[in-house]
Every structure is written in structure tokens, then in C-alpha cells.
């Protein structure tokens, strides 16, 4: 019996389901969880396409993904940001270290922390001040470390700006001694400008007595930078102290405009 065109036609379909029939079937990331793409809400499938995009070999295209995860803002988002922190590339791993921060602290913390040690300076850096943000205290001994010890200016002065935004008051005792020259790195006092400024800044920012005298000595020691006797004055008016009076009245009178403004400003916040 000759086959008519449209009997070939059949068998060709009929051999090609038998053909899909016997290939595996790969369901995707919603099916494996028992969710049909249906019933994703927009911000979970949204979450969904750059949880796919994290597994691309661009690291262009991961860096894009982790901050789109953290313009979400929900927790959600930050959890899938988490594989970020272990990125190969230096780029997304230093997004990822505020990517994270929608997480409860309890899971964001620990998570960050081991990051502090990373090999490459603007990943501690990032990282600090994102440990900064979490305000919590079980980040405190951990940036005090970085503080003390690490190589470059950059991260000690992310570690004291973070330790400011904790406001740990077990901090301030370290802080005003690097502020004057008592905490010594590998031998030596802390010379860096912006280092000084930012742990002056901190310990305006905790606000308490006893960083006052360090800030004291640092306002009346002529040999600092006017930027860092600046910094001081205003930490001074912060803390609001009444034994900061007489310092801050002569630095008022200095031949330094702006010293002298700071220092004006910072004596009419404290209450006679």
C-alpha cells in the first residue's frame, strides 16, 4: 500500500513524541518548590530572574544582579544576595556586603564579619561600614581589630566610622588612645589624617565623658593637622561636657577661622 503525504506526516509526528517522551525533563527553580510561575508575586520573580543571573561567568552581570537584590529591600532579596559574599570577583563581593542588609542582624552580622579578613582592602572596607549600618555590637571587637591592625589607612577609617555609628561605649577607650598616640601599630602611633578625624568624629558620635580628655589633647596639640583639631572642637560640642570650657574657649580665639567657628559653635552647646 503506498503512503499518502499526509500518513508520512503522521508517522514523522508520531516518532518525534516518542523522541521528547524518552528525554529528561529539567523543571525549573519554581517547579522543583512546588510553585507554579502563576503564583510567584512580582517581587518573588523578580528575585527569581537575578537569583538565575548570580550563576553567569560575567562578573559584570553577578555585580548587576546583587545590587538589583539590594534595591528590592526585603529580606528575601538579601538572603539570595548572600552568595555574593562568596564571589570570586572582588567587585561583587563588595556589593554584596550591603546587599545583605535587609537580613534580621542576627543572620546579616555573621555573615559579614568573616569578610573583615578578606584579602583584598576594599572588600574590609565595604564591609566595614556595612557593619556600621547593622549598628550592633557583636560587630564591635572585630572593627576595634581592624582598627589596630590593619595595613591601609582606607579600612582603619571605614572601622572607626562604623564603630561611631555603633556607639559602643566599650569602644572609646581604644579609640582615645589611637586618637593620642597611645595605640601603637606595629610600633607606631597613628599618622594618618583621616584615620584621627574619623576616630575623633566616633567618639563625638558615642558621646560619652570619658572620651572627652583624648578630644581635649587633641584640640590643644598644635602639632595635628587644623582638620583633625577641627574634628575634635565639634566632637567636643557634641558630647556637650562642662570640662571641655576652657579648651574650646581658647581654640575659640585661634588665628584658624574655621577652628575658632567650630570651636564658638560647639561652646554654646554645652549648658553653663
Known sequence: MQRTPLNKAATRLGSLVLLLASQPVFAPHYARTNQSPDTLTPVQRAIQTQRERLSSSSDEERRDAVMRLEAMHVAEASRVALTGLTDSSVMVRAVAAKAVLSLPVAESVPALLPLLNDKDEFVRREVAYALGLTSSKAATAALLERLLSDKEDGVRAAAAVALGRIADETSVVTLATVLTGQAKRKGKQEK??????????????????????????????????SDVRREAAAALGSIGDRSAIDALSRAATSSDPYLSHIAFESLKKIPR
Open 192 to 225: 594618618n589624617e583621616f584615620v584621627l578625624r574619623a576616630v575623633a568624629a566616633a567618639l563625638g558620635r558615642i558621646g560619652t565623658s570619658a572620651g572627652v580628655p583624648a578630644l581635649i589633647a587633641t584640640l590643644m596639640n598644635e602639632k595635628l593637622s
